[in-house]
């Protein structure tokens, strides 16, 4: 591993299929002043002169479902009327100029950062609180907007997150409903990672260490977008799952302890040791009490063991 030492930060990142159900989370609130400031500098644009820029922004509106985004929610309302409209020269009133905006920036705001960002869900992809959270800037969507008035796909564009497993997770979703071999659960499961690597797009670096709790399995990236080392990875079981987070590797520790957790020492290895001793000598355990002094298994009443802990040396097997 290149590069890896006592201070190499990796970002660090859980993923699971653990589910946040998008479909009734509300989509993100902009602040009208924003609103209004697109319609002051395009007040004289083409934009509102001829039915291309709606047109084009309802066309991409509806690509936001290979995102696993649901277009309903920002369907413009009397589209239909609005392009005919225009299209006989006859100005929009106002009220359905800034419809028109706000649904274009709630479009793009979702894209961008996601929808559960404002949601306030899954707050492991905020926390840890020495870092700065990821907010919405509406400055950011004003731009992408206005980037886009002679043409919204080039606003969606730049809006989409540029992270390749988003990319490429969005493309083999638009071939799977292409051909309609999605059930409504892998949709669902599909959306839901959607999402996340939409959050996590805002974290990612060139060095990243992925553990994907779904497929078990563990990434080091450096730079590139091919993994340095892939590998299987232990986690946790369906009534005992692995935490989701979001954290920094700031050093490596070579053949490290570990100091059994308390629920795996009570549920899991207490019952064994209890029926044999034999379990921790087979598997290196050492018996320590709360000071970090070793004890004797045989002077421990493993009915009533009190405070004491348990730790191997990783470089051991398990049996």
């Known amino acids: 591993m290149s590069g890896l030492g006592n201070y190499y930060r990796v970002v660090l990142f859980v993923l699971c299929a653990f589910f946040i159900d998008i479909r009734v989370v509300s989509a993100a609130k902009i602040d009208e002043f924003y609103v209004h400031e697109f319609l002051r500098i395009t007040e004289s644009s083409a934009i509102w002169q001829t039915s ?65 960002l404002q949601a306030n869900i899954e707050p492991y992809l905020i926390y840890p609180e020495h870092r700065q959270p990821v907010t919405l800037d509406a400055n950011h969507i004003l731009n992408f907007a206005l980037l886009g008035v002679d043409s919204p796909s080039d606003a969606f564009a730049l809006a989409r997150p540029d992270y390749i497993p988003y990319l490429r997770l969005r493309v083999a979703f638009r071939v799977a409903e292409k051909y309609g071999v999605l059930t409504d659960d892998q949709r669902l499961k599909v959306q839901v990672n959607l999402e996340r690597f939409r959050r996590l797009s805002h974290k990612v670096t060139d060095q990243m260490l992925l553990v994907d709790i779904a497929g078990a399995e563990l990434a080091l990236y450096d730079g590139g977008s091919q993994p340095l080392v892939q590998q299987a990875s232990q986690i946790g079981r369906t009534d005992r799952q692995t935490p989701l987070m979001w954290s920094e590797v700031t050093h490596i520790t070579v053949n490290p302890s570990w100091t059994v957790p308390p629920t795996v020492y009570r549920e899991d290895m207490l019952p064994q040791i209890r029926r044999s001793q034999r379990f921790l000598e087979e598997n290196q355990i050492q018996v320590l009490d709360f000071d970090g002094n070793p004890q004797s298994p045989a002077s421990i009443n493993w009915r009533n063991p009190g405070r004491i802990l348990l730790r191997r040396h990783l470089a051991t097997k398990m049996s």
């Open 52 to 116: 291309k820029f709606i047109q084009q922004l309802n066309e991409e509106v509806q690509l936001l479902a290979d995102d696993g985004l649901i277009p309903s929610r920002y369907r413009l309302t009397d589209v239909d009327s609005m392009i005919q409209q225009l299209d006989q020269s006859k100005d929009l009133d106002e009220s359905k100029k800034f419809e028109v905006v706000r649904q274009y920036f709630s479009a793009l705001s979702d894209l961008h950062y996601g929808p559960t």
